[in-house]
């Protein structure tokens, strides 16, 4: 089969590789129709995440039709299925908690050491995403198999096409959470940082929950359109002075919650932004989190702060000062997306959320390595990359 492979930082390629086979009684092979590029793929194509190998096959936003499936599988050939980006068996104490992100179960025993290391306790496998979540291969591919596939896909109705169903396996439950996890109140002001995929589903979803007012901050001027399309104010961050014109926005006291959707990457010129870059490239591997510093200097007294944006190492100069004295409430982690798949279709399915207008590109997955420098280099016009095999049946 055809699949995206990993080289090296900014060398991914389409190769004939093997095709996957069935190796557990709950596996099943899904044929992939529509798959998508990430922003959490972009730091394996930039090289910033650890435990990637030559030839790995990236990719954990993907669906497609079931193909083959094992004993154990609760799915039947031919049906339409979402698949979550987090491997999770079900059956664990985490699991059964509904935090299928921290799965004890499927990321193999000999693939944990590192992040026990790092983080004390190993996460969950995850699809296409490096040798510290299991290696699994990944579904930007013409066919990708699925453990555990009676507790991750969902499937979806024939007559929802795949762009509207396919950002169930990550982004829209994410930005899902990052709202959740803001705690919002009827009323409330929420400010969002990055206006990527993960922060404008965190737009809608906090306007879906009742916010009064939502402002979100980026500097990518079509980023912001999106933004203000589905109702929130907006704030430039090259142009305005963030924490000023949020105070500003809000009578002085500052927003009831903030959501941290950029992650490591964080852009601009801030000192304190500049002093984690330059420490990052004498190799003292710190997190860059310049966004989460104004994010929490922000945030009003007593309020809560929702980080989706992916950290994976140490951070200089957290201000525990702020979180302390202000008595913030922080939450954060990999989503759960089992948890918010059902009802999040159902939404879909009612015409309540619609995800299309996130997609700016269309490619065939032959064209997946222009997709991933493209993403990468004009994030602006970029907006969210989905590859079509095949099989989709896709003539662009
Ligand atoms: N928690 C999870 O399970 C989960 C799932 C998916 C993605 N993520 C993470 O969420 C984050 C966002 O993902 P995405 O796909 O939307 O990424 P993206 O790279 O497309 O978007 C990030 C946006 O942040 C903006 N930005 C950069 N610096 C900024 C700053 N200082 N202030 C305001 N905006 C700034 C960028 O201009 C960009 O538009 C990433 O870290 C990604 O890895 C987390
Ligand atoms: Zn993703
Ligand atoms: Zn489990």
Known sequence: MRALTWHGTKDVRVETVPDPKIVNPRDAIIEVTSTAICGSDLHLFDGVIPGMEQGD??????????????????????????????????????????????????????????????????????????????????????????????????VVPDDLPDDQVLFLSDILPTGWMAAENAGIAPGDTVAVWGCGPVGLFAVQSALLMGAGQVIAIDHHPRRLELAESLGAKVINYRESHVAEALLEMTGGIGPDAVIDAVGMESHGLAPDRLLDRAKQAVGIGVDGIHALRSAIHACRKGGRVSVPGVYGGFADSFPTGAVMQKGLTLRTGQTHVQRYMPSLLHRIAEGEIDTTFLISHRLPLEEAARGYQSFRDDQNSWTKVVLKTPASGWVG
Request: hydrophobic share 35%.
């Open 57 to 154: 096959i990236l990719g954990h936003e993907f669906m497609g039709r079931v193909v083959e499936v094992g004993s154990g599988s609760s799915l039947k050939k031919g049906q339409r299925v979402v698949v979550p980006f987090t491997i999770s068996c079900g059956g664990c104490f985490f699991c059964t908690s509904g935090l299928y992100s921290a799965c004890d179960n499927s990321n193999p025993v000999e693939k944990q050491d590192a992040s026990e290391a790092a983080f004390g306790h190993a996460m969950s496998g995850i699809f296409g995403y490096s040798h510290l979540t299991g290696g699994y291969s990944g579904g930007q591919a013409e066919y990708v198999r699925v453990p555990f596939s009676d507790v991750g896909p969902i």
